[in-house]
């Protein structure tokens, strides 16, 4: 079973940038989807990117653009950098890896980081 912890989140103004990482550990990390969701208050977790063992992506489309996810396999490390941020990017991220065994979807989650984005 992965462990992920995250780190990176904070205050930043509007149009600023943030970087969030998120290390792995506990397992092999080429077994997993990595991606970075985030759950504003209120509101249903939603995907913000996803990244596979190969490199490729997925945003949703609020973030298309403005967010960049990537991983860096040997070091077992996922980020997410993330420009021109705006307050409705004001959410707790969470680094998620998840794999597929047998059909069913396995998921793993971080603590969770606060990014506030405000003026």
């Known amino acids: 079973q992965v462990q992920l912890v995250e780190s990176g989140g904070g205050l930043v103004q509007p149009g600023g940038s943030l970087r969030l990482s998120c290390a792995a550990s506990?397992?092999?990390?080429?077994?997993?989807?990595m991606g970075w969701y985030r759950q504003a208050p209120g509101k249903q977790r939603d995907l913000v990117a996803t990244?596979?063992?190969?490199?490729?992506?997925n945003y949703s489309d609020s973030v298309k653009g403005r967010f960049t996810i990537s991983r860096d396999n040997a070091k077992n490390t996922v980020d997410l950098q993330m420009n021109s941020l705006t307050p409705e990017d004001t959410a707790v991220y969470y680094c998620?890896?998840?794999?597929?065994?047998?059909?069913?979807?396995?998921?793993?989650w971080g603590q969770g980081t606060q990014v506030t984005v405000s003026s």
């Open positions: 506990g397992s092999i990390f080429s077994r997993y989807v």
């Open positions: 998620n890896a998840h794999e597929w065994v047998l059909g069913s979807r396995f998921n793993y």
């Open positions: 990244i596979t063992v190969t490199g490729s992506t």
